[in-house]
């Protein structure tokens, strides 16, 4: 009759929905212990403790011992289920607390830190991008036109004296990774934009406008 452990008492994350299940499983565990108690009240209210032999030893003619004995085992392999779904429950409602404060948390740290980035003044971008060709590297990176650069590898707003700057590093990073940060309506974007050849002209398929400082 038992079930054992309930793989939702032993995966990483708990949600409401598997306590639920859990609930759901114990509701009908009590549900089929009733029904047998039903069954036992049915034979003379013998329960499961009442005597199955009359005063001569021998079996009582007035109730189905078969019946009692069979619901007597039922019952109690499910008052056994019972109290480990009972465990089950109790894990799963620690867990989920656990984790929702946890989740809490989290979201209070990343808010802080979000409201703190809020309160920074924006960077000051050196170049605008004017330009950018479908199907391109900086296509797929999600460069767009109207951004802003003020990071681009290790070009910034204070070490950014003119186009070529951004070309020198272009070149020197083909196949690798670059990180660039730009303004987009007023917030900051980070993007990942590796230069590289494509069907089209250079290595990056957008065209960059140095900016007025």
Known sequence: MSEGNDSTTTSSVITIEDVQNLVKKKDEIEEQIKAYYDVLEDQKGVGMTGPLVDAGGFPRGDIDVYQVRNARHNVACLQNDHKEIMQQIEEALYRLHAYEREKREKDETQAKAEALEQDR????????????????????????????????????????QNLQN???????SEGKPLSIAVLRSGKKVHLGLTPQRWSGRGLLGCNILPLQR
């Open 166 to 172: 951004i070309a020198s590093v272009v070149q020197h």
């Open 121 to 160: 003044p924006l960077p000051h971008p050196f170049a605008k991008v004017d330009a950018v060709t479908p199907g391109s590297p900086a296509s797929m990176s999600g460069l767009q036109v109207g951004d802003e650069i003020f990071e681009f590898g290790t070009v910034n707003s204070l070490n950014f």
